[in-house]
């Protein structure tokens, strides 16, 4: 396969704010005395925060008024950018700087597909920003994970076609999103959950260009 570019998932890809995006929401379902675990946040991985909200409101009984969502929408990423407030370079996941010094070695270009509206803040802590050629985030897209409309208008920003770029995620609805794109899917954690990308690491510890150039 002759790669011309490779367009990232970022949490829980290039950084592990996947974490805080579940202790943000399960402080918000603790408050609402909504059972709330990690294997229920799986479902919250990749989708944008409105749908993550409806997810975990369907969970309890109460009904709530759009002015009150939208209120519980806010505090949750407030409380979410309050545990993102530390986040430097140190935070970036093994082996992602590495790999894209090769990408840009390689001139092979580089997009960001997330669904987080927080995004560019984030790859700006991170020192990161100046490697993307593309940034599509949840600012710039009206369709969520797993409808791949993220990847495609980051594979229009890049000039390339679907089948010529790779996409790594994480979450179940972005390794989703890639394979209705028609993307090379690479997924980052667990196989079961990841079933239906093409390959799976468990770590971005694995992400190089040998092993890209191998699949
Ligand atoms: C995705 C995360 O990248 O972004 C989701 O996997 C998150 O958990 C979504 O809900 C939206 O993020 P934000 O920062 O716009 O609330
Ligand atoms: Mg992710």
Redesign the pocket.
Known sequence: MKIKACIF????VIVDT?KF?FKAWKQLADELQIPFNEHDNEQ??????TT?LEIILQKGTKKYSDDEKLLMAKKK?EC?LEYCATIDAGDILPGIKLFLDELKEKKILVGLG?????ALLILNKLNLTSYFDAIVD?NKITEAKPNPQVFLKAAEELNVLPHEAVVIED?EAGVEAAVKGGFFSIGIGDPKILAKANVVFSSTAYLNLVVLNRL
């Open positions: 998932d970022l949490d829980g996947a995006h919250l991985k990749g989708v944008s925060r993550s990423n979410y997330s669904a987080s509206k927080n949840g979450a």
